[in-house]
Nanobody, 125 residues
Framework: QVQLVESGGGSVQAGGSLTLSCAVS????????LGWFRQAPGKEREGVAIIDSDGSTSYADSVKGRFTVSKDNARNTLYLLMNSLKPEDTATYYC???????????????????WGQGTQVTVSS
């Protein structure tokens, strides 16, 4: 059974930084595509950052240059370093995992099939 547990959310002033962590258990950690998503009140969930099983990364335009996604295969942990935070970054942040690339080939899927419970990030102006 796959479990994802986020931590590190909180409240910060604009311009500040936070680091989110996501502990992943279940299958071999290196076999996952991993991602961070967020959802603000009244808005749809959006992808923030993806890190592929080979370590390649991609980001939403709104966070490029400010957020960095990384993973530690030895600790089975995914991270999101968020710098220069803005009030519009306020949202519940979710980590997600998917193994279909490892199982079937191709690329990381857009619809991840394992999700954490979410952690709140609030940025005040």
């Amino acid at each position: 059974q796959v479990q994802l547990v986020e931590s590190g959310g909180g409240s910060v002033q604009a311009g500040g930084s936070l680091t989110l962590s996501c502990a992943v258990s279940g299958y071999t950690f290196s076999s996952y595509c991993l991602g961070w998503f967020r959802q603000a009140p009244g808005k749809e969930r959006e992808g923030v950052a993806i890190i592929d099983s080979d370590g390649s990364t991609s980001y939403a335009d709104s966070v490029k240059g400010r957020f960095t996604v990384s993973k530690d295969n030895a600790r089975n942990t995914l991270y999101l370093l968020m710098n220069s935070l803005k009030p519009e970054d306020t949202a519940t942040y979710y980590c997600a995992a998917d193994r279909r690339k490892w199982l079937y080939g191709g690329s990381c899927r857009k619809d991840f099939n394992y999700w954490g419970q979410g952690t709140q990030v609030t940025v005040s102006s």
